[in-house]
């Protein structure tokens, strides 16, 4: 394999033109891409026109991309429930694969998935890039020091994040067909949960949450209002396609994290306003933060992302988001939902055997809950919504 890695991207829509394919631009000495596909001719004309692509090097599909000899790394970039059969025909061809979150829409399939990968020796990563962001790395940081103490409790909204249209015109709507999408806003805001995660280091073991679709959104959530229990510390973390605020707080035993985006607003749809640091003590220190919003953000979140990538692909070692990082997220948010549906704390990882690791989001209104759960009253999630 030659040091410069062969990328294939598979979904020509708004993530690879705005964020992925700038991203491989900053990288001229790991990673080149060679091929692209999408079932749409225009989203194929638009998204080859940034690396500069030949005829030759483009296909509406995508079996044809993963085939080729020259593609060493297929990124899939598609909406969601088609990530596992790509990602899977890629690791049978020997290619190793960059996933776009949520991993898949299924949990047994993201298993399957992760095993497939492993037992091909190729890596599997996945596109977790909001943990590369400046503000999450500092507070990773700063909790990481000792600075705030023990952390105790995280307050995370992301309340104001806006509903973009998919850019493929068969396909524009996925975000609010559950099966497509997975879920709602939550689903496809994951990035919340992980980088929550991260930032008050422990990974949730319990979930409760209540969700809540509305006039433009009847099948899934548009609101997600969870709480992720550890053995240690707590978070709220809220998320909605609404207009509420945004904003993250972390309180320690000896101090808190605060952040704030301009207006009240939601990064990284907005810029960073403030963070700060507040000891017990009255002390107050500000952190220098790099102060940008989309796309800089998340084309430098991703460069950084891919370049760790490579690095692991050369290596032979797993890229710092792996296949477990993307099947663990996925599951949280699908206890969420269950958690929603039932009116109780769901535990993660969930059993192997229970009908959301099986089915996801389909499995969702067959769970036996209270008639006064919303994800009852507003048949959310019906695979039928007629
Ligand atoms: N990591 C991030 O920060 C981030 C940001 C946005 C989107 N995403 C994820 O990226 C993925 C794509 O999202 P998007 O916003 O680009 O969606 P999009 O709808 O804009 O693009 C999807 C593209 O896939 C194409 N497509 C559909 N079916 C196909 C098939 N069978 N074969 C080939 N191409 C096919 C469509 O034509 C479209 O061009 C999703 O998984 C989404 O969750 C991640």
């Known amino acids: 394999m030659s040091r410069v890695l062969r990328v294939g991207v598979v979904g020509c829509g708004n993530v690879t033109t705005r964020f992925h394919l700038p991203a491989y631009l900053q990288l001229p000495d790991r990673v080149r891409v060679v091929s692209l596909a999408d079932v749409e001719p225009a989203r194929i004309a638009e ?3 940034i ?3 030949a005829d030759a090097s483009v296909q509406a599909d995508w079996r044809d991309l993963v085939a080729r000899p020259d593609v060493d790394i297929v990124d899939v970039a598609t909406p969601p429930r088609l990530h596992a059969e790509v990602a899977e025909a890629a690791a049978a061809a ?5 996933c776009e979150k949520p991993i898949t829409t299924v949990p047994a399939e993201a298993t399957r998935m992760i095993e497939r990968c492993r037992a091909a020796g190729v890596t599997l990563g996945v596109w977790h890039n909001w943990a590369f962001y400046p503000e999450v790395l500092a507070a990773e940081s700063i909790v990481a020091s000792g600075e705030i103490g023990t952390p105790r409790l995280a307050l995370v909204d992301y309340l104001g994040v806006p509903d973009i249209k998919g850019a493929g015109e068969t396909t524009r709507a996925w975000r609010h067909d559950p099966m497509a999408a997975g879920g709602g806003v939550l689903i496809d805001m994951l990035h919340c949960l992980y980088i929550t995660e991260r930032m008050i280091g422990r990974d949730a073991q319990r979930v409760s949450a209540w969700v809540a679709g509305d006039a433009d959104h009847p099948h899934v959530d548009a609101t997600a209002l969870c709480r992720l229990e550890t053995d240690g510390p707590v978070a709220l973390v809220n998320v909605g396609w609404g207009l509420g605020p945004g904003g993250v707080f972390i309180e320690g035993t000896e101090g808190a994290i605060e952040m704030r985006w301009q207006g009240g607003g939601t990064g990284p749809f907005v810029p960073l306003a403030s963070m700060t640091v507040r000891r017990r003590d009255g002390g107050t220190r500000e952190v220098d933060v790099e102060k940008r919003a989309l796309p800089e953000i998340h084309v430098d979140a991703m460069r950084r992302l891919v370049e760790d990538f490579a690095d692991a692909v050369l290596a032979g070692r797993d890229s710092r988001m792996t296949g477990a990082d993307g099947l663990h997220a996925l599951e949280v948010t699908l206890a969420a939902y269950a958690s929603a549906a039932l009116g109780r704390t769901v535990e993660v990882p969930l059993s192997p055997d229970d009908p959301v690791h099986r089915d996801g989001v389909a499995a969702i209104p067959r769970l036996a809950g ?6 009852r009253r ?9």
Do not use: F, M
């Open 47 to 49: 998204a080859r026109a």
């Open 51 to 53: 690396p500069g692509l």
């Open 94 to 98: 020997g290619k190793h694969v960059l």
């Open 370 to 375: 209270p008639d006064w759960s919303p994800v």
């Open 378 to 386: 507003q048949h959310l999630y019906a695979t039928d919504p007629s």
